[in-house]
């Protein structure tokens, strides 16, 4: 194998030059979804160097990324702030994992490997069309009383997720009282809130 190739396994080690709360939650969402595709190395095998991302703060048009294959040992990833650190890893969690969009909304299976080459030395993401990009969460009566196995709070952030991984930044998350309940976490995972249209200037529902 080429040894300018890098592998992403489960011993890949994220480093980051920011510290908040919504790149925490990427970073761990990212080894999340290698636990969900590979296994881990067998020792007895050829071992991976402990690849590295680096997460780097750079001069770039909010949201915009640029991913740099550096050697097999370290790929770095250049971002101005968090969302464009958050697209870029879920860049490579579709385009290179295989991880699509709505994984989770459509039980997406995934075959297990030990390792999946990184198929790009370079790739700059570019600007986008529409400057606020997302959804509101509308009559949630399907989800209010589900918690998918783990939490109440599971399943908004799958939705939140989802839309993320669609290139979305903003969101309503939730009618009337859910709409305040779940906006600290869309906050958290780095996603803009705008108001319900029954919110007018901020006013109570339907005041």
């Known amino acids: ?23 925490r939650r990427a ?37 915009e990324y640029h991913i740099l294959v550096e050697s097999n040992e370290k790929v770095t990833i250049t971002a101005s702030e968090e969302l464009g650190f958050i697209y870029a890893l879920l860049y490579i969690s579709e ?6 969009p709505f994984w989770f909304w459509n039980d997406q299976k995934f075959e297990k490997r030990q390792e999946i080459v990184l198929p790009f030395e370079e790739y700059k993401s ?11 969460i509308n009559d949630e009566v399907l989800i209010s009383c589900w918690n998918a ?12 997720e989802a839309l993320l991984r669609c290139g979305g930044n903003t969101v309503i998350p939730g009618t009337d009282s859910n709409s305040k309940k779940y906006a600290g976490l869309a906050g958290d995972m780095g996603l803009w809130i705008t108001q319900h249209h029954a919110e007018p200037l901020g006013a109570e529902m339907f005041l």
Not at 14 to 23: A, D, L, V, W, Y
Not at 95 to 100: E, K, T, V
Not at 151 to 159: D, I, L, R, T, V
């Open 126 to 136: 570019g600007k986008k069309p529409v400057a606020y990009r997302g959804w509101f």
């Open 1 to 23: 194998m080429h040894k300018d190739l890098f592998l992403l396994t489960r011993d890949v080690v994220i480093k980051t030059e920011m510290e908040n709360e919504p790149i």
């Open 27 to 63: 970073v761990s969402r990212f080894y999340r979804d290698l636990e969900m595709v590979l296994d881990p190395e067998d020792k007895n095998m050829r071992k991976n160097s402990n690849g590295t991302l680096f997460l780097k703060k750079g001069v770039l048009p909010a949201e």
């Open 95 to 100: 385009h290179c994992l295989g991880i699509l």
């Open 149 to 160: 196995g783990k939490s109440a709070e599971y399943p908004w952030e799958m939705a939140f």
